[in-house]
């Protein structure tokens, strides 16, 4: 086997019966796609994560475990010869609602993996079922098999070596007999208990199987024909981007552009496996080719935004002309495991924001021991309700005039935590949640739409 694509389909493209038969053309549109990775069904992983969060009320829980119910056989009901798919979602349903009920008495990181997990267990037992039933010979892997992590709950790092060995081993010959389709998202730790990888891990999924299988290209399908100047949600305008670079795409990623997780383009960087981004749904209108060099480099390339920030302001007298007080900061973060995102300092404060946050969602949270310990050595201030936005370009920083042309149109706003200069790639800041989209839209008038 020369040509190996592995081929992601996202929630939306998995949705519901139509939607899976458009994503089973694609994947019978081209004989090199052998290996399928796919997430939970649109909505799916919402419900668990709400159920894994606890939910008291007996009536709540069942309304919640009914409309799960009701997403996977409306699909199994367009499909024959589906006795044995509804006796395994029937399982998998039977321990949503065990966990579901652990979560209520005691919700744990360890219960949201199993009970998160479920959902792309479901639809791959069912989108296995449709290939078969469309006629390919198509076969379901359960990827914690393979895809092998820490046990960092939430947000689990994976294995590489142990990945690469599982992958060769089971998956890969796997791969040269039958299409394969598999979860995105999870995983399993060395005591095989079930991890994720943090919410939207399906493409960091693909992009790790795509890895480790040595595939020749990866495919990340869908609800937009591929990569926009910024999401098409927020300004109607957007343009798509025939090709972009590695570096630009990961930036887009890294601050928060939702169309890729933000560590997927990691391993495809690793081995320079090319990456595609198209709309299964029209898959006709072509997408974004991210190689290592595209063709055109563009001043300013896109935009992207990433809400639920928390920024933590550090003030003290101390830090004036003062050694080891930035130390002693870090110091303090590191031993409570926060992980810091970005970081601007002036003579007496330091403000930076909190990495993002794991699959039970929600702002990240600066845990009360080190608020308390870090209160000792300073003032500290936690805001939320922030959105971070940032531009990604090239050889921003050496370009005369172009912060002028940022800023001069953002004029009216209230920008916040401005990092500028620390990479050629990108500027970045935060602004209130309510006015975060009339910023995205501004400034992609004054840059992309003139
Ligand atoms: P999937 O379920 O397939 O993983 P996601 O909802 O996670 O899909 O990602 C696709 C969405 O990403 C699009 O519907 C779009 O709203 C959003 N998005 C954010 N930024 C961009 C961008 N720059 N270009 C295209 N889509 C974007
Ligand atoms: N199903 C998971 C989520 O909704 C993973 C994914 O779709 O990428 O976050
Ligand atoms: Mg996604």
């Known amino acids: 086997m020369n040509a190996l694509t592995v081929a992601k389909f996202g929630g939306t493209s998995v949705a519901d019966y139509a939607a899976m038969s458009k994503c089973a053309s694609v994947i019978k549109g081209n004989e ?71 979560a209520a008495k005691a919700p744990s990181d360890k219960i949201t993996d199993s009970l998160v997990a479920c959902g792309e267990l479901m639809s791959t037992h069912i989108f296995t079922h449709l290939l078969n039933q469309q006629g390919l010979d198509a076969v379901r892997f359960d990827v914690r098999d393979a895809l092998k992590t820490d046990d960092v709950h939430g947000k689990a790092s994976p294995d590489l070596i142990e990945t690469a060995y599982q992958a060769q081993t089971l998956l890969r010959p796997l791969c040269e007999e039958k299409v394969v389709v598999t979860q995105g998202f999870i995983g399993s730790d060395n005591k095989g208990n079930t991890t994720t990888l943090g919410r939207g891990g399906s493409d960091y999924s693909a992009a790790l199987l795509a890895e480790a299988v040595q595939a020749t290209t990866l495919e ?194 209230n920008l916040r935590m401005i990092c500028y200069g620390a990479s050629n790639h990108n500027l970045c800041f935060l602004t209130n949640t309510a006015e975060s989209k009339d910023v995205v839209r501004t400034l992609h008038k004054e840059l992309f739409e003139k």
């Open 220 to 413: 990340i399908w869908t609800d937009v024909p591929g990569i926009y100047s910024t999401d098409p949600r927020i300004a109607p305008a957007a343009a798509p981007i025939d090709e972009i670079s590695f570096s630009e795409a990961s930036e887009m990623a890294n601050f928060g552009a939702k169309i890729l997780h933000p560590s997927t383009l990691v391993p495809a960087m690793r081995q320079e496996i090319p990456v595609f981004v198209g709309s299964s749904k029209a898959p006709e209108k072509g997408g974004t080719w991210i190689r290592r060099d595209a063709e055109h480099s563009p001043l300013f390339r896109a935009l992207a935004l990433r809400c639920n920030q928390t920024m933590v302001t550090l003030t003290s007298l101390n830090m004036f002309h003062a050694y080891g007080f930035l130390a002693e900061v870090f110091n303090i973060l590191a031993k409570h495991k926060v992980s810091v995102d970005l970081i601007t300092t002036s003579e007496v404060s330091v403000s930076l924001t909190l990495d993002q946050t794991n699959t039970s969602g929600g702002a990240p949270k600066l845990p009360e021991a080190a608020e308390l310990e870090l209160s000792k050595l300073c003032k500290v201030t936690v805001e939320q309700d922030m959105c971070l936005v940032a531009l990604i370009g090239n050889e921003m920083g050496e370009s005369r005039g172009a912060a002028a042309q940022i800023f001069g149109a953002l004029g009216e706003y």
């Open 32 to 102: 090199s796609t052998r290996l399928v990775v796919i997430s939970a069904c649109s909505g799916v992983t919402n419900l668990l994560v709400e159920l894994a969060n606890g939910v008291s009320s007996l009536e709540k829980q069942k309304a919640l475990l009914t409309r799960l119910q009701e997403i996977h056989f409306s699909i199994l009901a367009s499909l024959p010869e589906n006795e044995a798919v509804n006796t395994a979602v029937n399982d998998i349903l039977d321990t949503v609602a065990t966990f579901a009920a652990a």
